[in-house]
């Protein structure tokens, strides 16, 4: 019988943060059953999410369209899930309308329309954040605050095989705590402000906000999903760059 090596440094890994999100979770009163984690995988090779699915990680964050779609097909399992969580550019979209299952950098209505044709072509459905820019910072895409009523609005109207979840947000980079608080405190105002217009089709819940260096902080102030690549898998080379794709 085949037997899959784990490693046990990821096996820690996972163990460690998912008890220090139970932990922010305790610490502000809030049930640790809320908070998902979205195991951030890009760079990594597809041995190293073998070992994670092996370990029941089944959904992995990837922030290049073609990076996801090799992975996709080099690794095939029944429960396993691709989201996008970077910059997309239009003409990579038919690669996240194949194989992703979710995307939560959902930043402009012209991405937005070329999602849904190529959804339709597949014959899928999306599930889909809208990435809010809530810090100054020229280098974080998002839609403003203030466009993401209308926003949200005109997709549930024009593209019906995005199904809206919900927000997500990448903090200031700063090591200034309250800077980085403020992010994640503006999009939890913004998510109660579009769930009082009730607009039809989309549900709010979830609030994708959090990474390795900050997701104790995005937990207190209401994140319900954390996407760690760093805490889980380890430092990647060129760290910086796979923050920032596509030609930045
Ligand atoms: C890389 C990345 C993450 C994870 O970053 P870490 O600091 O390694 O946890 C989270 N969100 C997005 C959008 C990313 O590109």
């Given at each position: 019988m085949m037997t899959t090596s784990v490693s046990e440094e990821l096996r820690e890994r996972l163990r460690v943060t998912r008890e220090e999100i139970n932990q922010a979770a305790i610490s502000v009163g809030r049930n640790p059953a809320e908070i998902t984690l979205l195991p951030v995988s890009k760079t990594f090779p597809p041995e190293v999410i073998s070992q994670a699915l092996s370990l029941g990680e089944m959904r992995f964050g990837e922030n290049k369209a073609q990076e996801l779609r090799d992975k996709a097909q080099a690794l095939t399992h029944p429960e396993l899930q691709w989201v996008m969580i970077g910059y997309l550019q239009s003409n990579n979209a038919r690669y996240v309308a194949r194989y992703?299952?979710?995307?939560?950098?959902?930043?402009?209505l012209s991405l937005a329309k070329t999602l849904q044709r190529r959804l339709e072509l597949e014959n899928r459905h999306l599930d889909a954040l809208v990435q809010i820019?809530?810090?100054?910072?020229?280098s974080k895409y998002g839609v403003a605050p203030e466009d993401a009523a209308d926003f949200v609005a005109q997709i549930a109207q024009l593209c019906p095989r995005l199904h809206i979840k919900g927000l997500m947000t990448m903090a200031v980079n700063s090591e200034d705590e309250s800077a980085v608080r403020a992010c994640f405190r503006h999009l939890k105002a913004l998510q109660i402000e579009l769930k009082?217009?009730?607009?039809?089709?989309?549900?709010?819940?979830r609030l994708s906000m959090g990474m390795s260096g900050d997701f104790k902080l995005a937990i207190e102030e209401g994140s319900t999903e954390v996407r760690l690549g760093t805490a889980i898998f380890g430092h990647r080379k060129q760290q910086r760059d796979y923050y920032w794709p596509e030609g930045r």
């Amino acid at each position: 019988m085949m037997t899959t090596s784990v490693s046990e440094e990821l096996r820690e890994r996972l163990r460690v943060t998912r008890e220090e999100i139970n932990q922010a979770a305790i610490s502000v009163g809030r049930n640790p059953a809320e908070i998902t984690l979205l195991p951030v995988s890009k760079t990594f090779p597809p041995e190293v999410i073998s070992q994670a699915l092996s370990l029941g990680e089944m959904r992995f964050g990837e922030n290049k369209a073609q990076e996801l779609r090799d992975k996709a097909q080099a690794l095939t399992h029944p429960e396993l899930q691709w989201v996008m969580i970077g910059y997309l550019q239009s003409n990579n979209a038919r690669y996240v309308a194949r194989y992703a299952s979710e995307i939560q950098s959902l930043d402009r209505l012209s991405l937005a329309k070329t999602l849904q044709r190529r959804l339709e072509l597949e014959n899928r459905h999306l599930d889909a954040l809208v990435q809010i820019k809530t810090s100054p910072e020229p280098s974080k895409y998002g839609v403003a605050p203030e466009d993401a009523a209308d926003f949200v609005a005109q997709i549930a109207q024009l593209c019906p095989r995005l199904h809206i979840k919900g927000l997500m947000t990448m903090a200031v980079n700063s090591e200034d705590e309250s800077a980085v608080r403020a992010c994640f405190r503006h999009l939890k105002a913004l998510q109660i402000e579009l769930k009082a217009l009730n607009i039809e089709g989309v549900s709010l819940e979830r609030l994708s906000m959090g990474m390795s260096g900050d997701f104790k902080l995005a937990i207190e102030e209401g994140s319900t999903e954390v996407r760690l690549g760093t805490a889980i898998f380890g430092h990647r080379k060129q760290q910086r760059d796979y923050y920032w794709p596509e030609g930045r």
